[in-house]
């Protein structure tokens, strides 16, 4: 399976960084995602997760303080953390759940049809390069997103607790 996703996810990332996804991509894709959940009852997981790993991530609201519901591309490493980015679609503006994050650390995911207690670190400026490496290698070209937005994109590790 490695060996046809690999090459998808080269044609499916170089789509994804285009002008085109990037103006629609966040209006098709939350419905997309939502639609795909209500089919599955929720057992299918994000429609992303099809193409690279995804997550459901469960946080709350660093202003409301009301629960958030976020479907994320991830990267798992094998010592069970879990790598989300906050590309937002290559906008200039950090998405809504990195504040949550920032102000709530403590947090749940839905992962591979389980429900997981993490906490998440943001991964600092020491570290930055040598987890870009491990994203890319999932998601090749991913760092271009940090370029196109113009802002450090916030790279978060999801540690279980």
């Given at each position: 399976m490695a060996s046809?996703?690999?090459?998808?996810?080269?044609?499916?990332?170089?789509?994804?960084?285009?002008?085109?996804?990037?103006?629609?991509?966040?209006?098709?894709?939350?419905?997309?995602?939502?639609?795909?959940?209500?089919?599955?009852?929720?057992?299918?997981?994000?429609?992303?997760?099809?193409?690279?790993?995804?997550?459901?991530?469960?946080?709350?609201?660093?202003?409301?303080g009301e629960p958030r519901e976020t479907a994320l591309m991830c990267c798992p490493v094998p010592d069970g953390t879990i790598y989300v980015t906050g590309s937002n679609f290559a906008r200039p503006e950090h998405p809504a759940w990195t504040w949550n994050?920032?102000?709530?650390?403590?947090?749940?995911?839905?992962?591979r049809g389980e429900h997981r207690e993490v906490r998440a670190e943001l991964v600092g400026d020491e570290e930055r390069e040598a987890v870009w490496r491990t994203l890319e290698e999932q998601w090749p070209g991913y760092r271009g997103y940090e370029r196109a937005s113009g802002r450090v994109l916030r790279i978060f590790r999801l540690v279980p607790r």
């Amino acid at each position: 399976m490695a060996s046809v996703s690999r090459p998808l996810r080269v044609v499916v990332a170089r789509f994804s960084r285009t002008r085109f996804f990037r103006s629609y991509g966040p209006r098709m894709m939350p419905p997309l995602e939502r639609a795909t959940s209500w089919i599955t009852r929720g057992r299918g997981g994000p429609l992303s997760g099809a193409i690279v790993p995804s997550l459901v991530l469960h946080t709350v609201g660093a202003r409301s303080g009301e629960p958030r519901e976020t479907a994320l591309m991830c990267c798992p490493v094998p010592d069970g953390t879990i790598y989300v980015t906050g590309s937002n679609f290559a906008r200039p503006e950090h998405p809504a759940w990195t504040w949550n994050l920032l102000a709530h650390p403590d947090a749940a995911i839905d992962f591979r049809g389980e429900h997981r207690e993490v906490r998440a670190e943001l991964v600092g400026d020491e570290e930055r390069e040598a987890v870009w490496r491990t994203l890319e290698e999932q998601w090749p070209g991913y760092r271009g997103y940090e370029r196109a937005s113009g802002r450090v994109l916030r790279i978060f590790r999801l540690v279980p607790r």
